[in-house]
């Protein structure tokens, strides 16, 4: 059914109407209020539905009222203070008439958008100043939580741009663009979310997220919709088929009137509701892409948190299930991480979920990580470790783990997780080995010291050829990869000799690096 | 630029003097690190003596690779040799100056290498050839038959006079032994018609063998046999138990019901969240808070079979190492073991428990009393409020009855190690062998119960799991208005009172095959909205609803 991306019901696209077949305008913008996002663009040659008459004559009405501008030029909506015009309740509309049509009862909600006549706006292009065209032809239609409504907008117009293929240049007032430049008290008013072509209003797309937020997916979020608007739909029904009734078995019973069927939900006829919801591939689209163009602020969001006794969790059992992709993204990431795979349904992507919270319980990462390696996420921790000195804020003195093989990453990427610690030796019981008073250490580093210093022992070595033990040992620099493991270790630095009473540490290493520069 | 450097001609000398030994843990390396910055032909640094090649040619340990200096210097010295391994792995050895914990370091380990050189050259000879005149209860290690590998060790038997034993002829090229420690259970008898050493059963045996394959040797004091110069490190993971004692028990363990119902499982971590009032039932050794010494048993006397079942768990458990730690248990530990701390929550997570089993409430609230020591400033209020209600309320009832509402309430603090160690493996051995009252079914009846608590032991004594000191994890929220107490936010692993974050994550992420696209937005928009709502969530009006 919707597997197209279409939803229940005719499409906007499917009306001859339609914005885009505006003779008298070029859009030099990609309509709708979310950049990047495209709806279903499906063109199809066939012929396209009119929008039905108990609409257009109602827009028609109201477009003439709002033509009369007081001397502030807000048409008489905008005097009362009202964004919406107001609708008759079926009930009053029963009450009055003994003969109703079902397409009187549909009873649209239109709301008016002409934000030019609070403030000047400037042309996106050239900064100079829009003035009002026209009304949009026709009414665009938005998607409520259990109806529709419909908007009623005007075309703005840029003397000053260049001619377009010999068309001025417009922006309908819902225009991102042209939103953008409005202050933000105003837009809040705006009711809706548009897409290319479709559009559902503000509540409903917060309560979808909620929903999406609290595991209902897309799929049955659309359903609800569906349903909720038929319910809508349905108890108009019941008001008129009760009203029919009541009429019948008065004075109509004699008169032989004749009443209209109330027509099905989705009957496109001239009276029919042409009722309409989108469908969850739409809906999902939309939430992702609002999401993608928010993605900056959130995470500038998390980064600003503090950070200071940290927990992190890798939740292994979280995607297995979930993360199964399909069709086309499935084969672009697929293919990089094949070998972790078996799954039954689908492929298993990610190998696990990282979460980084602090100490309030605000989650400072939240990231998927692809495959079993800690590369992955050292990225993430090391972004952290950045943005707290970037924002002031102290770095990490505690870190929890469900893993304490993160240990050495942690304290890798963290120095802080350092500071004072002791650890605690596998042989705490014992006493500490320490260096008897009587035992003299010795630290040189020139080559005549440690001429000085070796041939001390080597005067010692018996004449007889039995042997002499000293005790050995040479440190030399280690690089601790971000893993925790030895990245790299450099060329011996110091040689350390004990012999009898003594101990010498002999530095070497800069012994070396002079003679290699002399070369 | 061509690496050419050299060394002070004296030093030189010195390293490739054969007649200069240099004993050191890995010595070769060394020299042969050097020999490369020197670009001297192979071999010309000699006299290397690894002492863990010593130290396994007297039996002292019996894996070169895995024996660190520090091992040795236990083992031999009775010293603890302090391995820093921020300071041992720095990028400051090359420095113009060394500071003075590098100077100590350095010359603490390599004072400690000729100390273990002299040590054992002078109490551990070689083990040597038997001699006709040999005494009876001398300790000897028995070698495969090309002499290379040892594959147990024990002593003379006192039954010398014998001429035959288990249908072998006992000539002169014969000695008894009395089998004390297998080293290889696989290796074969050749004197018992190749018998394995596994196939003898429980130690100790007494077995024939050519006195050619039989070696003299001097034994580590007893009780310096520890398995963890042999032990690699264990976290997460089960547990393969690799000393043969355990393999021998893993038959015991069959007796036990493996194939227990998996559905009827619950963690300890979820039972932290339930009512855990339930009637205290009696255990063979009652554990009382008091006492500080784990393993000592008091009355009522145990019969034997208890004895035995304390003796499986403390094999199941894994040697004691609360000796290892600081022994003054009325002194509070304020050092930081660790910054990087294993979640306790996640601790408890690891055991899980039969829901049905008679004692796991009481055995839970055992083990939580011994991880949470109560403030006393906030015990002490909690009771003064408890005492004005009607029934009165006590702390020790509340934490019973509403687990969760205490914790807010109350502040806690995880002891340092070698106060916890002891309680908590007090805690296993005695819960963990105990009947359930009708089935007989004992609390940890499978593996993964004794691994999971040998894990938690493990991770205990690292001092990954107490508290850090002078790190302030409670923050208060604000006064509970109905009680009048203060209600406090704790910042100790995934937070309690919310659940954390973790394991809400995945209800509300989308369930079935979605796009990447799609989860990612979802995982952003969870982020935020959780950013967002968990001040208000943790807030005290909250609580105040």
Same mark, same amino acid.
């Given at each position: 059914?919707?597997?197209d991306g279409a ?7 499917e009306y ?11 859009e030099n ?8 996002n495209?709806g ?7 012929t396209?539905?009119q929008?039905?008459?108990w609409l257009t !004559?109602?827009?028609e009405?109201?477009v003439?009222d709002?033509?009369?501008r007081?001397?502030e ?9 009202l964004f919406?015009?107001?609708t008759?309740a079926?009930?009053f509309i029963?009450?009055?008439?003994s003969h ?9 909600r239109f709301?008016?958008w002409?934000?030019l006549?609070f403030n ?9 100043p ?8 026709a009414p665009r239609?938005?998607v409520d939580?259990?109806?529709t409504?419909w908007m ?7 003397h000053?741009c260049?001619?377009a /293929?010999?068309r ?5 007032s819902?225009?991102c ?6 202050p ?8 809706a ?13 917060e309560?979808m997220?909620?929903c ?6 897309s799929?049955q979020?659309?359903?609800m919709?569906?349903v ?6 349905s108890?108009?029904k019941i008001q008129y088929l ?10 109509d019973r004699?008169?032989?009137?004749k ?8 009957d496109t006829?001239?009276?029919g509701?042409?009722g ?7 809906l999902? !689209?939309?939430?992702d892409?609002?999401?993608?163009t928010?993605?900056q ?6 980064s600003?948190?503090s ?15 979930n ?5 086309s993204?499935?084969?672009?990431i697929n293919s990089?991480v094949?070998?972790?795979?078996a799954?039954?349904?689908?492929e298993q992507?990610?190998t ?5 919270t ?10 998927f ?7 992955q996420?050292?990225d993430?921790?090391?972004r952290?470790?950045?943005?707290l000195?970037?924002?002031g804020?102290?770095q990490?003195i505690i870190?929890?783990?469900d ?7 942690l304290e ?6 350092h500071n004072?610690?002791?650890?605690i030796?596998?042989?705490?019981h014992?006493?500490?080995l320490?260096?008897?008073?009587d035992?003299?250490?010795?630290v ?6 440690i001429? !000085? ?5 080597l ?5 007889d ?6 005790g050995?040992?040479?440190?030399? /620099?280690?690089e601790?990869g971000?893993?925790g493991?030895?990245?790299?270790s450099?060329p011996?630095?110091i040689?350390q000799?004990?012999f009898k009473?003594?101990v010498y540490?002999?530095q070497?290493r ?5 003679r290699?520069?002399?070369? | 630029?061509?690496k050419?450097g050299?060394l ?6 010195l390293l490739?003097?054969?007649?200069i030994?240099?004993?050191g843990r890995?010595v ?5 690190a050097l ?8 071999g010309?640094?000699?006299g290397a003596?690894d002492?863990a ?7 002292i340990?019996?894996d ?5 200096l &520090?091992?040795?210097? &236990?083992?031999?010295?009775k ?16 420095n113009?100056s ?8 350095a ?6 290498s000729?100390m273990?050189y002299?040590e054992?050259?002078?109490?551990y000879?070689?083990?040597?050839p ?11 290690l028995?070698?495969a038959?090309?002499m290379?590998k ?5 002593t003379?038997?006192?039954?010398a006079h014998?001429?035959?034993f ?7 090229k014969h000695?008894l ?9 696989? &290796? =074969?008898?050749?004197?018992h018609?190749k018998?394995t ?8 045996f007494?077995?024939?063998?050519e006195r050619?394959q039989?070696?003299t040797y001097k034994?580590?004091?007893s009780?310096?046999l520890?398995?963890?110069?042999t032990?690699t490190?264990?976290?997460?993971q089960p547990v393969?138990?690799?000393?043969s004692?355990?393999i021998?028990h893993?038959?015991?363990?069959d ?5 227990s ?5 619950i963690?300890?971590?979820e039972?932290?969240?339930e009512?855990l009032s339930?009637?205290?039932?009696t ?8 006492e500080?010494h784990?393993?000592?048993i008091?009355e009522? =006397?145990?019969?034997?079979?208890q004895?035995?079942d304390?003796?499986f &768990?403390?094999k199941?458990?894994g ?12 002194q509070w530990d304020?050092?930081t073991h660790s910054?990087v701390? =294993?979640d306790?929550?996640?601790?408890f997570?690891?055991i899980?428990?039969s829901?049905?089993?008679s004692?796991?409430k009481q055995?839970t609230r055992e083990?939580?009393?011994?991880f949470f020591?109560?403030?006393?400033y906030d015990y002490?209020r ?7 209600q ?6 020790e009832?509340?934490?019973?009855t509403?687990p ?5 309430r ?14 908590v493996?007090?805690?296993?051995l005695t ?13 940890f009846?499978t593996?993964s ?21 002078r790190v302030?994890?409670y ?6 208005q109905?009680?009048g107490?203060a209600?406090?936010?704790?910042a100790?692993?995934?937070?309690a009172?919310?659940?954390?974050v973790?394991?809400h ?5 989308p =369930?079935?095959?979605?796009?990447l696209r799609?989860?990612q937005?979802?995982l952003l928009?969870?982020?935020?909205r959780?950013n967002?709502?968990v001040i208000?969530?943790?807030?005290s009006?909250s609580?105040n609803?």
């Amino acid at each position: 059914m919707d597997a197209d991306g279409a939803g229940i019901g005719p499409r906007d696209e499917e009306y001859s109407n339609d914005d885009e077949n505006d003779p008298e305008a070029v859009e030099n913008v990609e309509d709708g209020s979310l950049p990047g996002n495209s709806g279903p663009r499906i063109t199809r040659p066939h012929t396209r539905l009119q929008q039905p008459g108990w609409l257009t !004559d109602e827009f028609e009405r109201l477009v003439k009222d709002s033509k009369r501008r007081d001397s502030e030029g807000l048409p008489p909506l905008y005097q009362q203070g009202l964004f919406w015009f107001p609708t008759r309740a079926p009930f009053f509309i029963l009450r009055k008439n003994s003969h109703v049509d079902p397409h009187e009862l549909y009873r649209p909600r239109f709301f008016l958008w002409d934000p030019l006549c609070f403030n000047d706006i400037s042309c996106p292009n050239c900064r100079r100043p829009l003035t009002r065209q026209q009304h949009i032809p026709a009414p665009r239609r938005v998607v409520d939580i259990n109806s529709t409504f419909w908007m009623i907008g005007y075309r703005y117009r840029c003397h000053h741009c260049p001619l377009a /293929n010999g068309r001025s240049v417009t922006f309908r007032s819902w225009n991102c663009q042209i939103m953008d430049k409005l202050p933000t008290q105003l837009t809040t008013e705006f009711p809706a979310c548009l897409s290319h072509r479709s559009g559902i209003s503000k509540g409903l797309f917060e309560f979808m997220r909620s929903c999406f937020q609290n595991g209902i997916g897309s799929k049955q979020f659309a359903d609800m919709l569906w349903v909720q608007h038929l319910l809508a739909y349905s108890n108009v029904k019941i008001q008129y088929l009760l009203h029919v009734e009541s009429r019948r078995e008065s004075m109509d019973r004699w008169s032989g009137q004749k009443f209209a069927n109330f027509k099905p939900f989705e009957d496109t006829g001239p009276t029919g509701r042409h009722g309409y919801t989108p469908s969850s591939n739409w809906l999902r !689209d939309m939430y992702d892409s609002f999401l993608e163009t928010h993605q900056q602020e959130i995470n500038q969001h998390m980064s600003m948190l503090s950070g200071d006794i940290c927990a992190i969790d890798h939740s292994h059992k979280v995607n297995c299930r979930n993360v199964l992709l399909r069709n086309s993204s499935k084969q672009s990431i697929n293919s990089k991480v094949t070998k972790h795979i078996a799954r039954v349904n689908g492929e298993q992507v990610f190998t696990g979920l990282l979460t980084v919270t602090n100490s309030l319980s605000e989650i400072r990462i939240c990231n998927f990580v692809a495959t079993k390696s800690h590369s992955q996420f050292v990225d993430a921790l090391s972004r952290m470790r950045e943005s707290l000195t970037l924002y002031g804020h102290k770095q990490p003195i505690i870190f929890y783990t469900d893993n304490m093989n993160d240990k050495q990453l942690l304290e890798s990427t963290f120095p802080s997780l350092h500071n004072n610690v002791i650890p605690i030796e596998k042989y705490a019981h014992l006493p500490a080995l320490n260096i008897p008073d009587d035992v003299q250490v010795f630290v040189k580093s020139g080559v005549q010291s440690i001429n !000085d210093a070796v041939s001390t022992i080597l005067s010692e070595v018996p004449e007889d050829g039995s042997e002499l033990v000293i005790g050995f040992d040479s440190e030399w /620099n280690v690089e601790i990869g971000p893993q925790g493991f030895v990245r790299s270790s450099g060329p011996t630095a110091i040689v350390q000799m004990a012999f009898k009473k003594r101990v010498y540490i002999l530095q070497v290493r800069r012994l070396l690096l002079l003679r290699e520069c002399k070369l | 630029m061509v690496k050419t450097g050299s060394l002070p001609n004296q030093l030189e000398l010195l390293l490739s003097n054969p007649h200069i030994c240099k004993a050191g843990r890995s010595v070769n390396a060394d020299l042969l690190a050097l020999q490369k910055v020197c670009r001297k032909p192979a071999g010309s640094f000699c006299g290397a003596i690894d002492l863990a090649r010593l130290a396994k040619e007297r039996n002292i340990v019996t894996d070169i690779s895995s024996t660190t200096l &520090a091992d040795l210097a &236990a083992l031999v010295l009775k010293r603890r040799l302090d391995k820093n391994t921020f300071l041992r792995t720095s990028e400051s050895w090359e420095n113009q100056s060394l500071n003075a914990d590098q100077c100590l370091y350095a010359a603490k380990d390599v004072y400690a290498s000729l100390m273990v050189y002299h040590e054992i050259t002078k109490c551990y000879p070689l083990p040597s050839p038997l001699l006709a005149t040999t005494p009876a209860m001398t300790p000897v290690l028995i070698y495969a038959s090309n002499m290379e590998k040892v594959i147990a060790s024990g002593t003379l038997s006192l039954q010398a006079h014998l001429t035959s034993f288990d249908g072998i002829n006992i000539t002169h090229k014969h000695a008894l032994v009395d089998v004390q420690r297998i080293h290889t259970p696989g &290796a =074969k008898v050749k004197s018992h018609h190749k018998r394995t050493l596994k196939s003898f059963g429980d130690l100790p045996f007494v077995i024939v063998c050519e006195r050619d394959q039989l070696r003299t040797y001097k034994p580590l004091p007893s009780q310096a046999l520890p398995s963890n110069t042999t032990m690699t490190v264990v976290m997460n993971q089960p547990v393969k138990s690799r000393d043969s004692e355990f393999i021998h028990h893993q038959s015991q363990a069959d007796f036990f019901d493996h194939e227990s119902e998996l559905d009827g499982l619950i963690s300890v971590r979820e039972s932290l969240s339930e009512d855990l009032s339930g009637p205290q039932l009696t255990t063979f050794s009652n554990v009382s808070h008091t006492e500080t010494h784990s393993t000592s048993i008091e009355e009522p =006397k145990p019969s034997r079979d208890q004895l035995a079942d304390l003796d499986f &768990a403390e094999k199941k458990l894994g040697p004691d190492k609360s000796s290892e730690l600081k022994s003054d248990q009325s002194q509070w530990d304020h050092e930081t073991h660790s910054r990087v701390l =294993k979640d306790p929550w996640h601790l408890f997570h690891m055991i899980y428990l039969s829901a049905s089993h008679s004692h796991r409430k009481q055995f839970t609230r055992e083990l939580r009393d011994a991880f949470f020591i109560p403030n006393k400033y906030d015990y002490q209020r909690l009771n003064q409020w408890g005492a004005m209600q009607n029934p009165p309320q006590s702390y020790e009832k509340l934490r019973n009855t509403s687990p969760e509402w205490t914790r807010t309430r109350c502040r806690h603090t995880i002891p340092p190690p070698h106060i916890l160690y002891p309680l908590v493996r007090k805690v296993f051995l005695t819960y963990g062998t105990i009947r359930d009252q009708t089935t007989k079914q004992i609390l940890f009846p499978t593996d993964s119960q004794w691994n999971a608590a040998r894990n938690i032991l493990d991770l205990i004594q690292r001092g990954y799991v107490s508290d850090p000191p002078r790190v302030s994890l409670y923050t208060q929220l604000g006064i509970d208005q109905k009680s009048g107490l203060a209600i406090y936010r704790c910042a100790r692993g995934t937070n309690a009172t919310e659940e954390g974050v973790h394991t809400h994550i995945r209800q509300w992420l989308p =369930k079935f095959g979605v796009s990447l696209r799609h989860v990612q937005a979802s995982l952003l928009d969870f982020t935020i909205r959780h950013n967002l709502l968990v001040i208000l969530l943790t807030s005290s009006w909250s609580f105040n609803r």
